[in-house]
């Protein structure tokens, strides 16, 4: 039996069928061509003779016996064989979807190191004017229903010494049903829940300003966290830029208008 471990599972149950087949059609012709065979009395020692009638009985019930035999030890292989392709099937089942959840990952990684990409790659200038900043926040406001799916996204800067508004935009979508209401900026710097609304805001404790994303109420995934978090911690930077020019530029001004005033 040692070539059978060259055979696949599949191989080794027809084998052992055709063997099965073979050994019981040759059982069965034995056992039809018993009588044929014996037609005489046997002489088994001087004392005893062994009728025809008996020899046939005795020959046919160990033929089938051992028909009988070779059937269960057929079952038994059988039934092991069919054990490990069932168990083969599954195997391949469970690597299959293994593969087929790995290239979704995969391919949802990708897309995500494509977001990411263009979140913090997709400005080409910081913001100078108001007018340029006003129109950053839109931008990453469709960026964020682009990656979530609500009606509509409030984007909300909040100076954390004073608790007011700095900046704020809304951006809903085309025919958008607008209930809002009801956002507090102590609760939002508190990391409280608010009824009805999910939040995404910066974490940098050190800043003078918190960036919200705020919108309907969504359950997100850690990818979508991830994404929301990576455009609160880009306003948050950008607004600090803005911030920065701005107050460099009217030093600079300052700094001008003295010399001249000096000058004259």
């Known amino acids: ?21 073979v050994t019981i059609a040759l059982l069965l012709s034995t056992v039809v061509f018993t ?39 057929y079952k038994k292989e059988l039934k092991k064989y069919l054990q490990e392709t069932r168990k083969l099937s599954r195997d391949k089942c469970d690597l ?71 900046k704020e935009h809304l951006e809903p979508r085309e025919n958008a049903n607008l209930i809002i209401k009801g956002i507090s900026n102590k609760a939002l710097v508190a990391n409280q829940a608010i009824d009805g609304y999910s939040i995404v805001a910066s974490h940098h404790h050190n800043s003078m300003i918190m960036v919200f994303c705020v919108f309907p109420k969504k359950c997100l995934d850690e990818a979508e966290k991830i994404l929301l ?15 920065s020019r701005q107050s460099h530029e009217d030093l600079s001004k300052r700094q001008t208008h003295h010399t001249e005033f000096r000058s004259n």
């Open 96 to 166: 299959s979807n293994k593969l087929t959840d790995a290239f979704k990952y995969i391919g949802g990684i990708n897309v995500q190191i494509q977001e990411i990409r263009s979140i913090l790659c997709g400005l080409r200038k910081f913001p100078a004017t108001e007018n340029e900043f006003r129109k950053d926040l839109a931008l990453f406001a469709r960026k964020v229903l682009g990656i979530v799916n609500a009606d509509w996204v409030v984007i909300r800067l909040i100076g954390q010494t004073k608790l007011r508004t700095i």
């Open 35 to 73: 009588t044929v065979f014996i037609t005489h009395h046997f002489l088994l020692i001087k004392k005893y003779v062994i009728q025809e009638d008996a020899v046939e009985a005795a020959l046919i019930s160990i033929l089938l016996l051992i028909a009988y035999l070779l059937s269960n030890v």
């Open 229 to 243: 978090e990576a455009i609160t911690y880009q306003i948050e930077m950008l607004y600090l830029i803005f911030v």
């Open 1 to 21: 039996m040692r070539f059978l471990k060259f055979y696949d599972a599949a191989d080794k149950t027809r084998f052992l069928e055709l063997t099965y087949l």
